[in-house]
């Protein structure tokens, strides 16, 4: 299955990936895989792959914090609440 090359920001702390925006697709070059350049346009088949595969995460910037995303769940497992 292909893969979708991503660029974002990599979180020091939490080692999680922010995705800003999709770059290139890596062509997995297999016909039964619907996004790849060799799968025929009017494939009867029901059976092929639709979704991409694993991305490839490129870090552009390294930032030593917790995402965004982790620092809520501390929040809210400390109990400060959200605004
Ligand atoms: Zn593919
Ligand atoms: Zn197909
Ligand atoms: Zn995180």
């Not at 893969?3 to 999680?16: E, L, S």
């Amino acid at each position: 299955m292909c893969q979708q090359v991503a660029k974002g920001t990599r979180w020091g702390k939490c080692g999680h990936f922010q995705r800003h925006l999709v770059v290139a697709v890596m062509d997995c070059c297999q016909t039964n895989c619907e996004r790849s350049c060799n799968h025929p346009p009017r494939c009867p088949l029901r059976t092929c792959i639709t979704t991409y595969g694993r991305e490839i995460q490129q870090d552009v910037d390294l930032v030593d914090e917790f995402c965004f995303q982790c620092r809520a769940a501390q929040a809210k497992a400390a109990g400060i609440p959200l605004r």
